[in-house]
């Protein structure tokens, strides 16, 4: 029985705590955009887009504000509906990195393809400098401004206790 408490008392220090992390961003015009018609039913594309985008209220880790992030997206469109993937790479004040990965999102569009709403799921897949090691997931929710659009982050995080 000792020997049972021992190794959960271990295991349970050895468990690396979860941090909450929230944030908001602004993306504005993309910095490149490419298109194709599938060609199978009308209004069925495939599209790429790389837009930088700013923090206007930071996410935080490991004593590090977020600074900026780069999103490159892919997105299976058919009519104004897409399902969405791909990649966030966010720099923190000091120049690490977070990498991000878009597992599943979608996507509303005005007729005119200008995006209405989002929503999504991330995960993290690794960083640089302090944010090595560093895992944790969450969601995201896009909504349009007047000249973007806007995307507010919750998840959490974890980093690989320090040796």
Do not use: F
């Amino acid at each position: 029985m000792k020997k049972l408490i021992t190794i959960g008392l271990c295991l349970a220090a050895a468990a690396v705590a979860q941090t909450k992390i929230s944030g908001t961003g602004k993306c504005g015009q993309p910095e490149k955009q490419e298109s194709i018609e599938v060609g199978d039913r009308p209004g069925h594309m495939l599209a790429i887009v790389k837009q930088p985008c700013t923090w206007t209220a930071p996410l935080e880790m490991a004593g590090l504000k977020a600074k900026s992030y780069a999103a490159s997206i892919m997105s299976d469109m058919s009519g104004q509906k897409a399902t969405d993937r791909g990649y966030v790479v966010v720099t923190m004040e000091n120049g690490d990195k977070a990498y991000v990965r878009i597992n599943q999102g979608t996507s509303m569009m005005t007729k005119d393809g200008k995006q209405m709403s989002g929503e999504g799921t991330w995960s993290y897949t690794g960083g640089t400098g302090k944010l090595k090691g560093l895992a944790g997931k969450g969601t995201y929710k896009s909504k349009p401004v007047a000249d973007g659009v806007e995307d507010m982050i919750e998840g959490e995080y974890s980093l690989p206790a320090s040796k």
